[in-house]
């Protein structure tokens, strides 16, 4: 067990060390000053929401004449005469694991089933984003006129209206940002998780390997050992200063960019998980190597080298593999759909593996600082 | 509770000259370089101990083996009765350690990084102005460290492991950088913890200092023992009676070191002597340092 009375002269010594090195904290004041200019360079209008209205592909293939390539005419001709509705098949539909995916701001009316001559049902499913379905009002004002004047004697069965899937899944996301093609999706939200991202990997273990190795080099270490502290109090006093000082720049972007998220603690926990996780990373770094400057290097290949991986990963499935065994590939969609909303179960369900690699590298990391990390 | 028949516990003489540190053939191996090669020694309680030995003869390995920080290869390591490495943790309160270069947090001061440490061993913060006090850091106390001059740092690592008044105090040249007057300051006070019973562990290459204050000496060369006594029975057993003769020879003057213990160079000087060529004679004085060169040269021959 950890004596509290041990462990507050080493956090106190972390705190006046950053407050004597002012190049981190101008570190971290620079990723909170970018989401400032984030919320600056908001646009006073409102981004407009567009939507898509998608057809069944067979229609394509009816002949022209019928009463279904006449409706589906009939709406192109009538959305052509507006900005923002769309008319198109669902083969022109992204998809990512069987699931269709829109572009952000935008809201989807899903022509399921048509009626044909034998039947009169129209099956439709809406899609809109963030769990408000007031933004498809509009567009349903539009869209019904329309189908009740071409189907005189029809039956309508609005289907899953209440789903509030995100028209843009967190996971092609995910995907496009490993692909190096995010900049059609950015937006806010993108932006803050990936602001979160970099906070973490600076303060957790950037920071956690320059002064780490910093007191290995000076020897500061050894003379810290050799007090009546023990190494797993030394690495806690560490590791808990940076998860505070991470959670510190973090809530600062969070409430910046998405003050509504400071309260979900879905988000909280998988925030602390990554820090933990990358504060582990950081002190078997710094236990291997011999000076600060190699450490800060091998820091870096570690950065580099998670991101050839990720890359690879999206091309070579060998790499999707080894992308499994990363914590930090489950931590950035669950740190996105945070930001927007209460984590769902499924994706919650991640937490699982990534705390199991979490705790995996905190156990190498507490072996290797004790064996030889001080010395 | 004790029984009426069983006696007090009573300190005698002998206790309290207890063996504090005792190592018996202790190896340390680098690979196939042997560093330390069966080293076997033991220090007493209130000892000032010097530790001697030329570059790279496992000083500084043998006194890493007795803070913990390295773990022999063979042989046993005995602290305060608690055996190293397995006894480790209870091992660690007991002593202070001053190593040859300075560890402070750089950004700190001096008083910050001793208020630190006493801190971490839970002593009243009025230690740390007794410990500046007496090294004569008190002024520059509040200076950050990366200001202090070597000798200055020097003594802050000194005051940083006296804070907690430690049984055992290892240093590693803890005279090194220092001027004249710290030196003395230093030396005054390794003798004032010894009188108090800290056994104090030095290496110094101030063979001045090993005659001023060390109670005994062992000499290490490449990684073996080669004598271990008092400074005083070294300078005895080992002393070489010298003189330094000055001569005329074809109207220059020559100087000429002579061994009275050689039967050929004592004839030689009486020769000078006789035919009145000599200029000046004076005896040698034997110093510890010739002791030093002497047998460490052997060790090396």
Redo the contacts between chains.
């Keep these: 067990m950890p004596r509290i ?2 462990l ?3 956090v106190e ?1 972390e705190v ?2 950053l407050v ?2 002012p190049s981190a904290l101008m570190l971290i004041g620079l990723l909170v000053a970018f989401s400032i200019l984030l919320v600056l360079s908001r646009s006073d209008k409102k981004p407009k929401m567009a939507c898509w209205i998608v057809y069944p592909d067979q229609v394509l293939a009816a002949p022209p004449q019928g009463s279904q390539a006449l409706f589906i005419r009939q709406l192109t001709t009538r959305a052509d005469q507006t900005q923002n509705i769309r008319v198109v098949p669902f083969s022109q539909v992204a998809q990512y694991r069987r699931q269709r995916v829109y572009p952000a701001m935008t809201c989807a009316i899903e022509l399921l089933d048509l009626p044909t001559e034998d039947r009169s049902g129209l099956g439709v499913g809406y899609r809109y984003p963030g769990g408000k379905s007031e933004v498809l009002e509009p567009f349903l004002r539009w869209f019904w006129p329309i189908a009740m004047e071409h189907f005189s004697q029809v039956t309508v069965a609005e289907r899953a209206p209440s789903i509030s899937r995100p028209t843009t899944a967190a996971a092609m996301v995910m995907e496009k940002l490993q692909s190096g093609s995010i900049s059609e999706l950015m937006n806010e939200d993108l932006a803050a998780a990936i602001l979160l991202l970099i906070i973490q990997f600076v303060t957790c273990c950037q920071l956690i390997v320059s002064f780490t190795s910093q007191d290995r080099e ?3 270490l ?3 050992a ?5 190494m797993t109090e030394l690495l806690q006093a560490k590791i808990l200063f940076h998860l505070g000082l991470s959670a510190i720049g973090s809530a600062a972007i969070i409430a910046v960019l998405k003050p509504a998220a400071l309260m979900n603690l879905s988000l909280w926990v998988t925030l602390m998980l990554l820090g933990l996780g990358l504060a582990s990373v950081g002190m078997v770094i710094a236990s291997l190597t011999r000076s600060q400057s190699s450490a800060s290097l091998l820091a870096l290949c570690y950065m580099l080298v998670g991101g050839v991986v990720f890359y690879l990963a999206t091309k070579f499935s060998a790499f999707a593999l080894v992308k499994l065994l990363s914590f930090e590939h489950y931590s950035f969609g669950m740190v996105y759909v945070s930001l927007q909303r209460p984590m769902p179960i499924g994706r919650a369900l991640e937490l699982g593996p990534m705390l199991l690699l979490v705790v995996l590298w905190l156990t190498t990391a507490t072996v290797l600082f004790r064996r030889r990390g001080w ?1 | 509770m004790l029984s009426p028949a069983m006696p007090a516990p009573v300190t005698t003489a002998v206790e309290v000259r207890r063996e504090t540190i005792l190592i018996d053939a202790l190896t340390v191996k680098y690979g196939a370089f042997t560093a330390v090669d069966r080293l076997s020694l033991s220090v007493r309680a209130g000892e000032l101990f010097g530790f001697l030995g030329p570059n790279g003869a496992g000083k500084s390995t043998t006194i890493r083996v007795l ?4 773990a022999p290869s063979y042989g046993r390591v005995e602290i305060a009765g608690h055996r190293l490495p397995r006894d480790f ?1 209870k091992v ?2 007991l ?1 202070g ?1 001053v ?1 040859d ?8 001061s001096g008083r ?1 990084n001793l208020r ?2 006493a ?4 002593i009243p913060l009025t230690a740390v102005e007794v410990a500046l006090a007496r090294l004569e850091l008190s002024e520059a106390a509040d200076l950050p460290v990366r200001a202090y001059s070597k000798g200055m740092r020097k003594k802050l690592l000194i005051a ?1 492991e006296i804070l907690h008044r430690p049984q055992i105090l290892y240093l590693d040249e803890p005279t090194a950088n220092l001027d004249r007057h710290s030196t003395d300051v230093v030396r005054k006070l390794l003798q004032e913890l010894a009188a108090n019973g800290t056994t104090v562990f030095l290496t110094t290459h101030d063979m001045e200092e090993v005659e001023q204050i060390c109670d005994r000496v062992a000499i290490l060369c490449r990684g073996r023992l080669v004598e271990c006594d008092t400074p005083v029975n070294f300078m005895t057993r080992h002393a070489e009676r010298k003189v330094l003769v000055q001569y005329e020879r074809d109207a220059v003057v020559q100087r000429e070191t002579l061994d009275l213990d050689d039967d050929h160079e004592r004839d030689r000087l009486a020769n000078i002597v006789r035919d009145e060529s000599c200029v000046r004679l004076h005896s040698q004085e034997f110093q510890f340092e010739d002791v030093f060169l002497k047998l460490t040269g052997q060790a090396y021959s």
């Design positions: 009375n041990k507050y002269p080493l010594r006046m060390r004597k090195n000076r020897g500061t050894t003379a810290l050799l007090s009546p502290i023990t010395r | 803070i913990g920080a390295r943790a660690k309160p002593f350690y190593p270069t300075e560890n402070h947090v750089e950004e700190f910050e630190l440490f801190k971490l061993y839970g940083r």
